[in-house]
C-alpha cells in the first residue's frame, strides 16, 4: 500500500514538472514571434499571441490546483515538499512572462502603423534573444535540478540589464532626432522593460530552483541577516 502510495505520489510529481516545463516552452517559443510581430507591426500575429495567453492561463491554473491536491492528499515532507512549493513559485514566474508577451503584443497595436528605426529594431531583437535565451536556461536548470546553472542565471541576466539601458538611450535619441513620436518612444520604453522584467523572472526561477534542490531561499539569507544585526546591537 505504501509502495502504491509513493508510485501515485511520483506520478503526480512528474505530471507537475511536465507541466512547468511545457508552460516555460511555451513561453520561450512566444519571445521571438512576438518580436517579429513587434517589428513587422504583424496586428495579426500580435492578436494570436494576446488570445493564446488563455491557455497559458488555463495551463497554470490547472497546474496550482494539483500542487495543492498534492499537498493536501499526500502532505509531503522535506524534498517532496519543496518540489511541490517550487513548483507552484514557478508557475507563478512562467506565467507572469507569458503575461509580458501579451503585454508586447499589445504594445504593437499602440504602435502601429509607425516603423521602429533599425538601430533601435537591432538592440529590441538582442533583448529578445537575451530574454528566450534566459527562459531557456532556467528551464534547463529546472529539468536536470542544476543548482549551479540555476545561481548563474543571475549573473547571465546583467547582459539585458545593460541592453535595456543601452536600448532605451537610443529610444530616446531617435525621438530627440524626430524619428519617433513621444507616444511609440515611451511604448518601445515599455517595450524594453517588460523583456527586462521577463529576465528577471528567469532569476527568480533559479532561486526557486536552487530551493527545490537544497532548501536555500532568498528570504532565508535576509533573515539571518536580519538575525545577525539584532545580536551585534
Partial sequence: MQEQ??????????TI???????SKI????????TQALLEGDLTVAQKIIENDD???????????????????????????????GALWLNSEI????????????????????KIPNAVASLLTQMSAEAQRLIALSAEAYLKGDAGLAVALD???????DLNIETVEAIFETHNQEQLTLHVAVQLAL????????????????????????????????????TQRGEKE
Fill in 5 to 14: 502510495l509513493r508510485s501515485t505520489f511520483d506520478e503526480e510529481l512528474e
Fill in 17 to 23: 514538472k511536465t507541466g512547468i516545463l511545457e508552460m
Fill in 27 to 34: 513561453v520561450e517559443e512566444t519571445i521571438p514571434i512576438g
Fill in 55 to 85: 491557455k497559458l492561463d488555463a495551463l497554470s491554473i490547472s497546474l496550482e490546483e494539483m500542487c495543492y491536491h498534492v499537498l493536501t492528499l499526500q502532505q509531503p515532507l522535506a524534498g517532496d515538499l519543496r518540489s511541490v512549493m
Fill in 95 to 114: 506565467e507572469r512572462s507569458g503575461d509580458l508577451m501579451c503585454n508586447i503584443a499589445k504594445a504593437t497595436r499602440r504602435i502601429f502603423p509607425e
Fill in 155 to 161: 549573473d547571465i541576466d546583467d547582459r539585458l540589464d
Fill in 191 to 226: 517595450i524594453c522593460r517588460y523583456y527586462e522584467r521577463i529576465g528577471d523572472h528567469a532569476v527568480n526561477i533559479g532561486e526557486r530552483i536552487r530551493y527545490i534542490v537544497d532548501g536555500w531561499s532568498p528570504e532565508r539569507t535576509g533573515a539571518a541577516r536580519l
